[in-house]
């Protein structure tokens, strides 16, 4: 069983202090385990992670241990992963151009929107830069789910809108358009719905959170992140922020900044007030380093568990992806 030791180290600071916990999780041999593109929690504090892999979703007890595994060649390309209420969970394939919901077993519910067909933005390849806003979805990321079924779901890579469906799947409206301005996204990555029904979204590339009501209208703006992939809302409405950094996962044509920051993760209050953070050095094999940080959740104890896109950034940057880290735990001191 995987745990922390006395003598490793803390991370974070105040109140928000955690351990790593190391060799965590145990994967089967068997399992073409290629990266931790999504992550989440489950029923009984079960993770459920996305890779990119076969199977596409491996589940493990809280401890490590691997339970099961499903979903071989479902999917184009897995993106983002969201664990509902009801214990089902929704799928995006950011390449196959689909939202899915299925049950905690596998079992495929339904497809949210069009399925395989991409909208017409404009987009070429996954340059952001060339694109205009369209209905949905074209390389659509993360999805939300409120507490009355509604969803919220960003989109994405080649689009740069939110899609507001209702809980029978309908499409309510979108807002959205491409840019740097209030309300508008340079890849709005990933999204969260808090206990006040405001809609946040991880606006990756304008290194921003705007938040929204469920309208879309604009209610605040935080930008102490670098490149912010995902935010996760616990029920005290405190926010766990993966941040990829501006060291790895650049496009082509982003050029790295002088004195780049690693992948990091931050915790804000309510009002989007940092309460901790740690990472944003540049060594990712480090304890307290991150390469890619792409997804994160936090379990009911309050263990914060982070998915990284090691393997994608790495290759796609000419670099040795051996020994990156792409699924890490880290246990609330």
Same mark, same amino acid.
């Given at each position: 069983? =995987?745990?922390?030791?006395?003598?490793?180290?803390?991370?974070?600071?105040?109140?928000w202090?955690?351990?790593?916990?190391?060799?965590?999780?145990?994967?089967? %041999?068997?399992?073409?385990?290629?990266?931790?593109?999504?992550?989440?929690?489950?029923?009984?504090?079960?993770?459920?992670?996305?890779?990119?892999?076969?199977?596409?979703?491996?589940?493990?007890e809280? #401890?490590?241990?691997?339970?099961?595994?499903?979903?071989?060649?479902?999917?184009?390309?897995?993106?983002?992963?969201? %664990?509902?209420?009801?214990?089902?969970?929704?799928?995006?394939?950011?390449?196959?151009?689909?939202?899915?919901?299925?049950?905690?077993? !596998?079992?495929?519910?339904?497809?949210?929107?069009?399925?395989?067909?991409?909208?017409?933005?404009?987009?070429?390849?996954?340059?952001?830069?060339?694109?205009?806003?369209?209905?949905p979805?074209?390389?659509?990321?993360n999805?939300?789910?409120?507490? #009355? !079924?509604?969803?919220?779901?960003?989109?994405?890579?080649g689009?740069?809108?939110?899609?507001?469906?209702?809980?029978?799947?309908?499409?309510v409206?979108?807002?959205?358009?491409? !840019?740097?301005?209030?309300?508008?996204?340079?890849i709005?990555?990933?999204?969260?719905?808090?206990?006040?029904?405001?809609?946040?979204? %991880?606006?990756?590339?304008?290194?921003?959170?705007?938040?929204?009501?469920?309208?879309?209208?604009l209610?605040?703006?935080?930008?102490?992140?670098?490149?912010?992939?995902?935010?996760? =809302?616990?029920?005290?409405?405190?926010?766990?922020?993966?941040?990829?950094?501006?060291?790895?996962?650049?496009?082509?044509?982003?050029?790295?900044?002088?004195?780049p920051? !690693?992948?990091?993760?931050?915790?804000?209050?309510?009002?989007?007030?940092?309460?901790?953070?740690?990472?944003?050095?540049?060594?990712?094999?480090?304890?307290?380093?991150?390469?890619?940080?792409?997804?994160?959740?936090? #379990?009911?104890?309050?263990?914060?568990?982070?998915?990284?896109?090691?393997?994608? %950034?790495?290759?796609?940057?000419?670099? #040795?992806?051996?020994?990156?880290?792409?699924?890490?735990?880290?246990?609330?001191?």
């Amino acid at each position: 069983m =995987a745990q922390h030791s006395k003598t490793s180290p803390v991370l974070g600071h105040g109140d928000w202090q955690y351990h790593p916990v190391p060799h965590w999780p145990q994967i089967p %041999a068997d399992i073409d385990f290629v990266e931790a593109i999504g992550v989440a929690v489950g029923s009984n504090d079960r993770v459920l992670v996305f890779n990119r892999g076969n199977p596409a979703v491996l589940v493990f007890e809280p #401890d490590g241990q691997f339970v099961e595994a499903w979903g071989h060649n479902c999917f184009v390309r897995p993106h983002g992963i969201t %664990a509902a209420s009801d214990g089902s969970l929704y799928l995006t394939d950011d390449l196959g151009h689909r939202v899915s919901q299925y049950s905690s077993r !596998g079992q495929l519910m339904r497809n949210i929107g069009p399925v395989g067909i991409p909208s017409e933005t404009g987009v070429n390849g996954f340059d952001f830069r060339t694109i205009t806003a369209a209905g949905p979805f074209n390389l659509p990321t993360n999805v939300a789910v409120a507490v #009355d !079924g509604h969803l919220f779901i960003a989109d994405g890579y080649g689009n740069s809108r939110v899609h507001h469906f209702d809980a029978d799947g309908i499409l309510v409206h979108s807002w959205g358009s491409p !840019g740097d301005g209030g309300s508008a996204f340079n890849i709005p990555h990933g999204i969260c719905v808090d206990s006040r029904d405001r809609v946040l979204v %991880a606006d990756r590339e304008n290194s921003r959170i705007q938040i929204f009501d469920r309208v879309g209208s604009l209610l605040d703006t935080w930008t102490d992140v670098v490149r912010p992939c995902q935010i996760f =809302a616990n029920e005290g409405d405190v926010f766990f922020v993966a941040e990829l950094g501006n060291k790895n996962g650049r496009f082509p044509w982003q050029p790295k900044p002088d004195q780049p920051t !690693g992948g990091r993760v931050s915790i804000f209050d309510p009002d989007g007030r940092l309460l901790s953070r740690w990472g944003g050095g540049l060594d990712a094999r480090q304890t307290d380093g991150f390469y890619a940080c792409h997804d994160i959740c936090v #379990d009911s104890q309050g263990s914060i568990y982070v998915g990284e896109v090691a393997v994608t %950034a790495a290759t796609a940057a000419g670099e #040795d992806a051996t020994g990156l880290p792409t699924l890490r735990k880290f246990v609330r001191v």
